[in-house]
């Protein structure tokens, strides 16, 4: 057993011959060095191996998910690497500060040497947004060119394959269909939940009727932005207007799901749902700092360039800054918030539910 494996030495094991000889400047090889080319490698090539990593999370995760009967133990080890890739996502945004230590004519000394390379290149970064489930049909146009445009043939096969075997959201969205505890017994949540809002509408209209501080205008507003169940909350309460939202893209979520990731969101503090409920917040935080690298992302070219042309040909920073504004995934997750009610309003759940989402288990032996 001792003879099994063969010593190594740290810089053989991490390759460091080829990651440190990889950065081959442009502006050396034509004769005009400049110095802050080396960081703007360095700094792309890091993205590029934390990119690598998140795809090596994201991959376990959706394998995790991929089966129609998901193991329950495996929610905390994906809860673990959703708040992984978290983690480099805000590190990939604080990288940029490192990159805006060099100044738009620093960049200006070696730029052109750049033309075509670009950002929008990256085949990990599209891979990621596959993997996490951003919709084709959503995806901006590089150029008026589909995005996959630019890739090889193998590598567009690997994005196509992605979405055909299907993505995070197709996994996340199967596994929320399959929730139990929505019918338990005699307990409908959907028909409680339903007198909830109600009666918590009809107490905060009556609360703002009575209100001796407000204008008529001001009661009109308040009562607009407590929205009732012909609004907001039509698209949980209804299921033909949530259908007809998600046939009019204006929704993606289907109504199942939608229905399950609520009651996870209203009962969260009951042991069983915790993970889920974690679960599910991680999904809404990488989809809110990706568009938060996005946004960051676009400031610093705007910084660099202004209203230049990106060196792919692209609009520049206005392009990154329509990405931000649009290419987000978990959309409708972000929106259940919109569905919450007070934890005082919530509907009671029957004592063996209770049970039931508290690990309870008898002690006594099986006869």
Same mark, same amino acid.
């Given at each position: 057993?001792? $003879? ?10 991490? %390759? ?44 376990s *995760? ?10 329950e ?24 500060g ?9 960049f ?34 590089y ?22 075997? $299907? /993505? ?13 505890f ?19 509408? %009809? ?7 009575v209100?001796?501080?407000?204008t008529d ?13 012909n ?26 799901? /939608? *229905? ?25 935080d ?23 042309? $990106? ?7 206005q ?17 259940i ?16 539910l *209770? %049970? ?12």
């Amino acid at each position: 057993m001792a $003879g099994k494996y063969s010593t190594i030495h740290y810089h053989s094991y991490l %390759k460091l011959d080829k990651i440190t000889g990889a950065q081959e400047l442009r502006s050396v090889e034509v004769g005009q060095p400049a110095h802050e080319e080396m960081l703007f490698i360095i700094t792309h090539q890091a993205y590029e191996l934390w990119f690598k990593q998140i795809i090596h999370e994201l991959r376990s *995760v959706l394998k995790m998910f991929a089966d129609d009967d998901v193991d329950e133990r495996n929610i905390g080890t994906a809860v673990g690497r959703l708040q992984r890739t978290e983690q480099i996502i805000d590190l990939l945004v604080n990288q940029i500060g490192i990159m805006e230590t060099m100044t738009p004519l620093d960049f200006l000394d070696f730029r052109a040497y750049l033309f075509p390379a670009s950002g929008f290149q990256s085949f990990q970064f599209r891979m990621i947004e596959a993997l996490l489930g951003l919709p084709e049909v959503k995806r901006m146009t590089y150029n008026n060119h589909h995005y996959a445009a630019f890739f090889p043939e193998d590598q567009k096969g690997v994005l196509e394959g992605i979405y055909k075997d $299907g /993505t995070l959201f197709d996994a996340i969205q199967d596994w929320l269909e399959r929730t139990p505890f929505i019918k338990h017994g005699n307990f409908d949540f959907l028909k409680e939940y339903d007198t909830a809002v109600r009666d918590m509408i %009809k107490k905060e209209q009556a609360a703002i009727d009575v209100s001796d501080y407000l204008t008529d205008q001001e009661k009109t507003m308040r009562k607009k932005m407590l929205g009732d169940t012909n609004t907001y909350f039509q698209a949980v309460l209804d299921k033909d207007a949530h259908d007809k939202l998600v046939a009019d893209g204006e929704l993606r979520l289907s109504y199942d799901a /939608t *229905v399950a990731a609520l009651f996870i969101q209203l009962y969260r503090d009951q042991p069983i749902l915790h993970l889920p409920f974690m679960l599910l917040i991680n999904l809404i935080d990488i989809d809110a700092k990706l568009t938060t690298w996005r946004h960051r992302h676009a400031q610093m070219v705007l910084r660099m360039l202004g209203k230049k042309v $990106g060196t792919g040909g692209s609009s520049g920073h206005q392009y990154l800054a329509d990405t931000a504004k649009k290419h987000h995934i978990f959309t409708d997750l972000h929106n259940i918030s919109t569905l919450l009610i007070p934890r005082s309003s919530l509907p009671a759940l029957p004592d063996d539910l *209770v %049970k039931d989402l508290s690990f309870y288990y008898s002690n006594i032996n099986p006869a």
